[in-house]
């Protein structure tokens, strides 16, 4: 969760105005406009896509782009989306949601322009590799960090809080860029992405709960609104098998993992039965490495079994992989964030998505 004020959180409990805010940039941080306010949209950041956030905007006819030299056309136009409250003093507290290039700009017949946006992650996964790629660098951040420059040279890196690995020795990618990166943050126990200011981190995702940054609940003084809540077994699996397949002919490793936890639910070979998973990757060389990633994908599949989607008063502090607790309809739980949509528009509600985490029943 991004860092708010007292004075935030205390507004979101009551009557408060939204105010969205795009600015827009060459790819250099070169200003080109600025404090423009869209009549509409929405961003949705998304946990499961590469392209983790996406937006759409709508302006009024003179913000079309008539020609390149336009501050939102296609070919130069890098978007900063910050949304929040503005207070009854006119000041205002604004969050980052989105950042990244304009991928398409359109004029309705009603006079609006709606542009399509999409995050920076979509200027690494555009730039394939023009030939083999082998793996050039001693720790798998290195590695990472190396790729996603060679892209995009303008990149920025908010932290990484996964564990730093030696980098897989003489692994090999034949064009896609993406499912490099892919590989790579797997094995460490992550994913790669990029966050609403528009830098790159690599994070795990073990859907263990965090701090609560939330408490959404419905009723009076509540922040939920409405709610869809669900248990199931459909994509849940109690069994994880990750095999290193490598190009060059070296000996595959196999490891699987179960869940053996006797409290669990889900337990393999309990009453739940025995589902399993195969994950083949070329990334993973040594077991301690497809052994972290067979227990990062266990969990995930594990915490598939309890799931939300709420409709809540807008908080944009708010981030996908964010621990929130949730009250509807007397069912208490508390969910990690896959999914935020995130209104431009006063008087939409914020959708989230999540899914349990890797504790309780």
């Known amino acids: 969760m991004l860092t708010s004020s007292l004075n935030y959180q205390a507004a979101l409990r009551s009557p408060h105005r939204l105010s969205v805010r795009v600015d827009a940039y060459d790819i250099d941080g070169v200003p080109r406009a600025l404090d423009l306010r869209p009549t509409g949209g929405s961003v949705t950041a998304n946990l499961t896509n590469r392209v983790t956030r996406s937006a759409r905007f709508t302006m009024t006819r003179p913000d079309f782009p ?85 892209a995009l040279p303008q990149a920025m890196f908010a932290g990484d809080t996964v564990v730093n690995q030696p980098t897989p ?101 309990g009453k739940f039965g025995r589902v399993s998973q195969i994950i083949k990757v070329q990334t993973p060389l040594t077991s301690g490495q497809a052994t972290t990633l067979a227990t990062t994908q266990l969990q995930a599949a594990g915490a598939l079994v309890r799931q939300w989607s709420a409709s809540v008063v807008p908080d944009y502090a708010l981030e996908p992989g964010d621990t929130v607790a949730l009250s509807f309809m007397a069912v208490a739980d508390l969910q990690i964030i896959d999914q935020i949509t995130y209104p431009l528009t006063t008087g939409e509600s914020m959708t989230i998505s999540g899914r349990a985490g890797t504790t309780g029943a």
């Open 169 to 269: 020795s003489s692994l090999t990618w034949d064009e896609d860029r993406g499912q490099a990166l892919d590989d790579l943050a797997e094995s460490l126990g992550g994913r790669w992405f990029a966050l609403g200011d528009g830098s790159f981190t690599v994070r795990p995702f073990d859907y263990a709960y965090g701090p609560i940054a939330q408490t959404f609940y419905d009723g009076d003084g509540g922040l939920l609104l409405e709610a869809t809540v669900s248990r199931s077994r459909e994509g849940v699996a109690n069994s994880v098998t990750v095999v290193s397949e490598r190009t060059d002919g070296s000996t595959p490793v196999r490891v699987p993992v179960r869940n053996t936890d006797p409290t669990s639910p889900t337990e393999f070979g």
């Open 66 to 150: 008539d020609d390149s030299d336009d501050a939102l056309s296609p070919e130069f136009a890098v978007v900063q989306i910050r949304a929040g409250i503005r207070f009854g003093d006119d000041t205002e507290e604004l969050f980052p949601v989105f950042t990244g290039r304009v991928a398409t700009s359109t004029l309705r017949p009603d006079g609006q322009v709606e542009f399509v946006c999409d995050d920076l992650a979509a200027d690494v996964l555009g730039f394939r590799f023009e030939q083999p790629r082998t793996t050039r660098y001693a720790t798998t951040l290195d590695e990472i960090h190396a790729l996603i420059l060679d």
